[in-house]
């Protein structure tokens, strides 16, 4: 089943793979019988048991289907392989979701148009079904019919145009406008991501390239596409000057190359033009809303926008958990603001970066107004309803919060941002596996983000994944360490660092930096949460935990914190501890918290430590 299949008679045969919960075996093969009966080939396997990881086959028959059909049920939905299965062919482009009765599909599927089955009839039928086979039929390069339309149809299909945005090279001669190259390779990279006949690679991948002398042509069959963008950025004064190449992939030859030399006012014009430019050698067809989507730049102030990538570079390439980072993130962005009142980009930035002031440095920011106010101007950014839904959240208001997030990944499921907040609603109400792939999420679209991996680490000791674990914990040790050597006083990438470490067993230079975070930043209430759990969990020191989680009591001020802690596996050790229940207990009462409120009834979203 590996290989395209014709019937009979030519006509051409589509390959699905059937998701399900080992629990809904019955249904399943009642699917698979009808889907076989319309003309396709199903692979499904009943004797898989619900807690197994892919096999090779497994993985392998999952690559090669057209079509991913996912059942839901009220079991399936808290199987965090079947989510696994599902996010595969949601991000390809393959699912069919259909869905046993009225059951929900769990966060970040509910945007997708679910088939409805009702219950079986005596000779294998439901209601739905025939809705069930048309998705099929329209989602899978063939529809079980020879016409050479649809086969046509799968053909261009096949050829779907897929490019590599590398990061314009900095030739100011000045490093500190290296936000400036990197801002309009990113810019370059969302606008292209709009035209939908256009298979663009993620800006975190791109950018692994940065700095590095490559072969065009090896990086386009590493990362599978057929075009490569290259260029350049020299910014003097009130000049720039940009130079773009497009280059076939498999050739090495240019496609399209231009020189731009203009004022700096002119710099979204360019853009705009490069972006257009591209799409014409790539006889690609721009449709009116993505060319209308191409040229919004939030903005027509090019002061602000030059601002607004300060700041952006700042949080891409900053450290969580960095006080001066946040700061120098919302004074930009006030500037920005105040230059043009109406950047919602610019709003929901500050906002951002307001959230950490507030919930993780325990400072006295509202970052709510900020959010609203990019929403008032621009409803579709994301990041500003992550925001609402951490409030939201804060205020006992799950079911809110959760239809805040479930907006956030129907605009944008590939957002570090919304990742790490639904991963972190989830966690928060005790989903751990269904956070795992939120987080793996995040943590593959931002190379400077320690903290997702340090929840993974804690999730999979939770579920027995010791191989995953450890996994993380490299990761977060390999980051953490930049962090570290750009802010030697960054108390959270220590502990985060330290946990880490300890979890492979390199305990005396864990000590080490938890010591040396103890005293470089005290008052770090992530810090101090993030040490008291490496002393819990992998030093088993109770009492020096409990005493390192005094200060984080006393000054906690957030609900969802509390909820974080009653919750987190990595404190399972203490809880019995009488010191740690009576200032558990103190905190609530002195923040109004007379029972930490439940989760939404169906799934929310996650964390380690809760940023």
């Known amino acids: 089943m590996s290989k395209a299949q014709t019937d009979g008679e030519g006509g051409f045969v589509s390959r699905v793979f059937l998701s399900y919960a080992r629990e809904d075996v019955d249904a399943a093969k009642k699917l698979a019988d009808c889907i076989s009966r319309a003309g396709h080939v199903v692979w499904w396997d009943q004797h898989i048991q619900g807690g197994s990881r892919f096999t090779n086959e497994i993985d392998q028959a999952l690559k090669n289907a057209e079509a991913v059909v996912v059942l839901w049920s009220e079991v399936s939905v808290k199987s965090a392989w079947v989510q696994d299965e599902a996010g595969e062919g949601r991000d390809s482009g393959r699912l069919v979701p259909v869905a046993l009765g009225s059951v929900k599909p769990p966060l970040g599927f509910r945007q997708f148009h679910t088939v409805s089955l009702g219950s079986w009839t005596d000779d294998g039928k439901a209601d739905g079904l025939d809705d069930l086979i048309d998705a099929i039929a329209s989602t899978c390069s063939g529809d079980g019919h020879n016409d050479e339309a649809d086969l046509s149809k799968a053909a261009k299909l096949q050829k779907k145009l897929s490019i590599c945005v590398l990061p314009f090279a900095n030739m100011s001669g000045e490093p500190e406008q290296e936000y400036f190259s990197d801002g309009i390779s990113e810019d370059i990279i969302t606008d292209l991501s709009k035209v939908s006949a256009l298979s663009v690679v993620a800006r975190n991948t791109a950018f692994t390239f940065k700095g590095q002398s490559i072969d065009v042509k090896e990086v386009a069959k590493t990362l599978g596409v057929s075009h490569v963008l290259e260029g350049s950025v020299r910014k003097a004064g009130n000049r720039v000057r940009i130079t773009a190449q497009l280059i076939d992939g498999s050739v090495g030859d240019h496609v399209w190359a231009d020189r731009y030399d203009r004022d700096l006012d002119d710099i979204f014009a360019i853009q705009d033009e490069i972006s257009k430019a591209i799409v014409a050698a790539l006889e690609v067809k721009l449709l009116p809303k993505e060319k209308s989507a191409i040229e919004n730049r939030g903005t027509s102030s090019v002061e602000a926008y030059n601002l607004y990538l300060m700041a952006r570079q700042q949080w891409i390439t900053g450290s969580v958990g960095d006080l001066r980072r946040d700061e120098s993130i919302i004074r930009l962005c006030r500037q920005a603001t105040t230059l043009d009142p109406d950047y919602a980009q610019a709003w929901a930035l500050m906002a951002l970066a307001q959230v950490e002031l507030r919930f993780v440095h325990g400072q006295n920011e509202d970052a709510l107004g900020a959010a609203e106010r990019a929403l008032e101007i621009n409803p579709a950014l994301p990041e500003a309803h992550c925001i609402k839904a951490r409030y939201l959240e804060e205020e006992g208001k799950a079911d809110e919060a959760e239809r805040q997030i479930r907006t956030a990944l129907k605009l944008n499921p590939n957002s570090w941002e919304v990742n790490r907040e639904a991963a972190r609603m989830l966690f928060r109400h005790s989903h751990i596996r269904e956070a795992i792939p939120f987080f793996e999420m995040a943590s593959s679209l931002m190379d400077s983000d320690w903290h997702n991996p340090l929840m993974l680490v804690t999730c999979f000791h939770a579920i027995g994944e ?44 864990a000590r080490e930096w938890i010591n040396r975070a103890l005293l470089l930043d005290p008052e770090n209430r992530n810090m101090r949460y993030n040490a008291a759990c490496a002393m819990a969990l992998q030093f088993g020191d109770a009492d020096e935990a409990v005493k390192t989680l005094e200060r984080f009591f006393q000054t906690v001020t957030s609900a969802t914190w509390i909820r974080h802690v009653e919750v987190d596996p990595d404190l399972d050790s203490i809880r019995a501890n009488p010191r740690f229940k009576e200032m558990l207990a103190s905190a609530k009462r002195r923040l109004g918290i007379a029972d930490v409120a439940r989760g939404p009834k169906t799934q929310p979203a996650p964390s380690t430590s809760p940023a």
């Open 466 to 509: 010791e191989e995953q674990m450890r996994k993380a914990a490299r990761l977060v040790i390999e980051r953490a360490e930049k962090a570290i050597a750009s802010n030697p006083a960054n108390g959270t990438a220590l502990t985060s660092g330290a946990h880490s470490l300890a979890v492979l067993g390199e305990k005396d230079r």
